[in-house]
């Protein structure tokens, strides 16, 4: 069993006095994901987001550039409750940023254990 998904938002804003581009809207966003289901207690799933370039200031000089950001993983299901999920963000260890001088986090890994009472009780 499979999942599938595609986004993409186009955005034209403007500043009424000068008609520059409003800064930190990018004007193409888009993405891509899949999530496969191989077995019933297993998930891995992939997300690929895209930006184009967008202004940083109010004048249109300066620029935040465009980036790709790759998040893959893999859930595992165990019994009473218990899951554990490895995934890797920023995978091209692409200059994501919020803004100019705001940079995120380069490549990177994480481990996550999750419990739901509610599954142990049942199962």
């Known amino acids: 069993v ?3 998904r595609a986004t993409y938002t186009y955005l034209d804003t403007r500043r009424f006095d000068s008609d520059t ?15 496969l289901y191989p077995r019933e207690d297993v998930r891995i799933f992939a997300d690929a987001r895209y930006q184009s370039e967008a202004t940083a200031d ?8 465009s980036s790709t950001n790759i ?3 893999i859930t ?13 963000r920023n995978l091209l260890d692409a200059d994501l940023r919020d803004d100019r001088y ?4 380069g490549r990177s890994v ?3 254990l999750t419990w739901n009472s509610s599954q142990e009780k049942s199962g």
């Open 110 to 112: 994480f481990l996550t």
């Open 21 to 35: 581009a409003l800064p930190n809207r990018a004007p193409h966003q888009g993405g891509l994901g899949l999530v």
């Open 2 to 4: 499979a999942s599938a």
């Open 76 to 88: 595992f299901l165990g019994p009473r409750g218990w899951g554990c999920t490895v995934e890797g």
């Open 102 to 105: 705001l940079p995120q986090p």
């Open 71 to 73: 998040v893959s993983g």
């Open 58 to 65: 109010l004048f249109g000089n300066l620029f935040v550039p």
